[in-house]
């Protein structure tokens, strides 16, 4: 596989965790960490995966 697809479905996989964190872990309590931001950082991360493997296969196009 190369980079490009791999970049993106690694992007779409981060950002439906990181979106199903934020939405369904509002009243989980852990200690250190908030659920819901680090479905906020998870799906951020995500789209800049997805965008660098959109650009990725447009520039081999």
């Known amino acids: 596989m190369s ?3 791999k970049n993106l479905l690694e992007g779409v996989v981060t950002f ?3 979106l ?3 939405l369904f872990t509002g009243g989980v ?5 908030t659920l819901t931001k680090v479905g906020v950082v998870m799906m951020c991360v995500g789209g800049v995966l997805a965008a660098t493997g ?3 296969a447009a ?3």
């Open 3 to 5: 980079a490009a697809p």
């Open 16 to 18: 439906v965790v990181g």
């Open 20 to 22: 199903v964190l934020w």
């Open 29 to 33: 309590e852990v200690p250190v960490v």
């Open 54 to 56: 959109l650009y990725q």
């Open 59 to 61: 520039r081999n196009r």
